[in-house]
T-cell receptor, first 114, second 115 residues
Framework: KAGVTQTPRYLIKTRGQQVTLSCSPI?????VSWYQQTPGQGLQFLFE???????NKGNFPGRFSGRQFSNSRSEMNVSTLELGDSALYLC?????????????FGEGSWLTVV | AQSVTQPDIHITVSEGASLELRCNYS??????LFWYVQSPGQGLQLLLK??????LVQGIKGFEAEFKRSQSSFNLRKPSVHWSDAAEYFC?????????????FGTGTRLQVTL
């Protein structure tokens, strides 16, 4: 059974640009969440999607957005990139959105903003 | 709001020695508790989880963790460390009344294993 797949794995963007990251959850999983990992702030929850609806949102500015498609695949977008957005962005999936389900992480997308 | 404290930023142990990584949480009730491991450049792998029941939880790779309600702790242990265990370890809590995916992570403990 394939795990959580994230693309691209590595990318470099220029300040002011926007970026879109993609995530394919484990087959059968309907909940997808996103986390940002930086050396300074650690792992922080961005948002969660379930059945194409945002169920939960972390404390990030509106430049960070996401969506989920009918096949449960998800994308996150960061507009007007800042140097501080350089991070590892991790996608995670779980069977559903109810607490008590194990969440599984992908290997992440490394974003460098220059 | 819930929070997680991992007081040890960096720990070095010799191969074959025992290991204990500390985790303390702050939460109004008993949260769901997790330990994840992250190898360099990789995502997070779940080692074990505690939801309820037996307070000693067995995980993968020979790891175990013990939930102690009185101390608000969920320490990770391994009796004999292997060089391949060198990685960063994260403790996390989840809200049983919330959604599955919103975890609060500690700052991590980096484990170095000397041969």
């Amino acid at each position: 059974k394939a795990g959580v797949t994230q693309t691209p794995r590595y990318l470099i963007k220029t300040r002011g640009q926007q970026v879109t990251l993609s995530c394919s959850p484990i087959s059968g999983h309907r909940s997808v969440s996103w986390y940002q990992q930086t050396p300074g702030q650690g792992l922080q929850f961005l948002f969660e999607y379930f059945s194409e609806t945002q169920r939960n949102k972390g404390n990030f500015p509106g430049r960070f957005s996401g969506r989920q498609f009918s096949n449960s695949r998800s994308e996150m977008n960061v507009s007007t990139l800042e140097l501080g957005d350089s991070a590892l962005y991790l996608c995670a999936s779980s069977f559903d959105s109810f607490s008590g389900n194990t969440i599984y992480f992908g290997e992440g997308s490394w974003l460098t903003v220059v | 709001a819930q929070s997680v404290t991992q007081p040890d930023i960096h720990i070095t142990v010799s191969e074959g020695a025992s290991l204990e990584l500390r985790c303390n949480y702050s939460y109004g009730a008993t949260p769901y508790l997790f330990w994840y491991v992250q190898s360099p450049g990789q995502g997070l792998q779940l080692l074990l989880k505690y939801f309820s029941g037996d307070t000693l939880v067995q995980g993968i790779k020979g790891f175990e963790a013990e939930f102690k309600r009185s101390q608000s702790s969920f320490n990770l242990r391994k009796p004999s460390v292997h060089w391949s265990d060198a990685a960063e370890y994260f403790c996390a809590v989840g809200d049983p009344t919330g959604t599955a995916s919103k975890l609060t992570f500690g700052t991590g403990t980096r484990l170095q294993v000397t041969l």
